[in-house]
């Protein structure tokens, strides 16, 4: 960067959101190190500082593209590793608003990928870049700054096994991917800058999730069967093959109305989500493990962009940044492109400039699926917030496009193709997408749906540009 000694990078984190960050890092610092206080490297199995890895993580199209435009090839050895494969129009099932919707395929290749074996190939692909270092089993502690504390310096770290003796590791960009706990606005208060302003949506959400060995075959070619939980029945479930020839089944409910962890409870609550097939499928499977838990009270977004001073050496990204309700798989996605905006905003040859980058991360990344997603939160009654009639209008065209969606797969694609992060939210509002829907929605569409059945599909090149409206 400019300079004559090595350059170094830190990523606070390494789970996904700092395994991307990392990822993009190498190609313009000498030495990227990412610290977490978890073992990382060989690790496939779920581990204590990332316990979503217990549940399903969908990883969206969008997401799939930018991890590969990162990872090229990626895809392809997951799908080598027994990760099964899909379309998110063809081979979803979807159920919403009580009906079945109609399938296509749309170009929309769904990785069905347990979180934990994610991880694990994007960590060994990380750390075969060479200069990519791993420092597990180390606590964050905070930052070091330059005695004017305009500049971030480096971080203190603490090794767990040691005799708890404080570490300083230089860096010339300190990146804190430490998810939705991350420290970074008590930090900033503590160094004299204003705190972050924080939004939060309490929305009640719990999951539970259990892994299955299948007598029966629900599937009939399809990668997952999924509900999605609307105002009449605000329970939810997304039941998938996935990697290990398993199946995962997380169900949801939100504003507090949580799946049981007993066994007969949680048969029960499937019952309730009116889906027959996954139902008759889990009561005859063999349970490969206990139901898990994991309540997930509000989203949360940091307005870094908002801020009017940011030290110089510091970013931040993935859930530090915003967390989203998991029930719209996006996190992951948007962890992937906070990466991508970083290696932009690296372009220059200079480090980033903190607030250029968190403008460029909130509008084009954060701001499409947060709008989408809080529309959909609010579509709940009990969940507080404002409800202007812009949000009222999306809320509705949004119901009208899913009833659409169950006579017309080409809806469907459409509407998956938004869901997927790949096309705008506005696309729902172009004049033909519109007309199909009100064709659909008039019972005079001719159209007859071509269900898609996965065969590895080669994944499309990512444009480094988010699509915009
Ligand atoms: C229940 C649940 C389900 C989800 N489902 C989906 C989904 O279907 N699709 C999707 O795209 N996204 C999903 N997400 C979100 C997704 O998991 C995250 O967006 C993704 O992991 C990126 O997060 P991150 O790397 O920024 O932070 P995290 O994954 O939270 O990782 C933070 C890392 O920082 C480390 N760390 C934190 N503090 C310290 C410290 N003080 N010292 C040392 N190390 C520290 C932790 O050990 C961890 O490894 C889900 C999230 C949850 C909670």
């Known amino acids: 960067m400019g300079k004559d000694a090595n350059t170094r990078a ?18 313009a610092y000498d030495e990227v190190v990412v610290v977490d206080r978890d073992l990382l490297v060989g690790v496939s199995e779920p581990r204590r500082g990332c316990p979503q890895g217990r549940h399903i993580s969908g990883l969206l199209t969008r997401g799939q593209r930018a991890v590969e435009s990162m990872y090229p090839g990626i895809t392809a050895e997951l799908f080598a590793d027994g990760v099964p494969d899909g379309d998110l129009a063809g081979t979803v099932r979807w159920y919403a608003r009580g009906r079945r919707l109609k399938q296509q395929n749309a170009d ?10 994610l991880e694990y190939h994007v960590r060994n692909r990380t750390q075969a870049l060479g200069n990519v270092t791993f420092l597990e089993r180390h606590d964050i502690l905070g930052l070091t700054t330059s005695p004017d504390r305009s500049k971030v310096t480096g971080v203190r770290v603490q090794n767990q096994l040691g005799e708890g003796v404080e570490e300083t590791l230089d860096a010339d960009l300190v990146v804190d991917a430490s998810g939705r706990g991350s420290r970074t606005p008590v930090w900033l208060e503590d160094l004299g800058y204003p705190r972050v302003k924080e939004e939060r949506k309490k929305i009640g959400l719990g999951y539970v999730t259990q892994h299955y060995r299948l007598r029966t075959d629900p599937f009939d070619g399809d990668l997952s069967i999924n509900g999605i939980a609307w ?9 998938s ?28 609550f499937v019952k309730s989500l009116g889906i027959p097939e996954i139902y008759d ?41 915003t967390t989203f309700n998991p029930i719209y798989a996006g996190g992951m996605t948007v962890a992937a492109l906070s990466a991508l905006t970083i290696r932009e905003h690296l372009h220059s ?4 400039v903190p607030l250029d980058y968190f403008k460029d991360l909130a509008r084009n990344v954060i701001d499409p699926p947060w709008a989408v997603t809080n529309a959909a939160d609010l579509s709940f009654p009990g969940v507080e917030g404002d ?17 659409a969606a169950s006579k017309d797969s080409r809806v ?20 033909k997408y519109v007309l199909r829907v009100a064709l659909a929605l008039l019972g005079l569409s001719k159209h007859t749906a071509i269900p898609f059945r996965g065969q590895n599909v080669q994944p499309a090149a990512e444009p480094t540009r988010v699509p915009t409206a």
């Open 10 to 27: 830190v990523v606070l984190g390494g789970s996904l959101g700092g395994l991307f960050a990392a990822r993009v890092l190498a190609d």
């Open 108 to 117: 929309m290749l769904c990785v069905g990928a347990s979180r934990p074996m």
């Open 231 to 239: 105002a009449k029945n605000p329970r939810g479930v997304i039941f």
């Open 241 to 268: 093959r996935t990697d290990g020839t398993r199946v995962e089944m997380t169900v949801y409910g939100v504003l507090g109305d949580h799946p049981p962890t007993d066994q007969a409870g949680l048969y029960e």
């Open 281 to 321: 499928a889990v009561i005859q499977a063999e349970p490969l493990d206990e139901p898990v838990a994991f309540r997930f009270p509000t989203t949360l977004r940091r307005r870094y962009e908002d801020m009017d001073r940011f030290p110089d050496g510091l970013l931040v990204v993935g859930d530090a940044v």
């Open 349 to 352: 040859g200079a480090a980033p």
């Open 387 to 403: 409800r202007p009639l812009s949000l009222k209008v999306e809320q509705t065209i949004m119901a009208l496009v899913q009833t």
């Open 412 to 431: 469907t694609a459409g509407y998956m193709r938004v869901a997927g992060q790949v096309e705008h939210p506005s696309t729902l509002m172009k004049p």
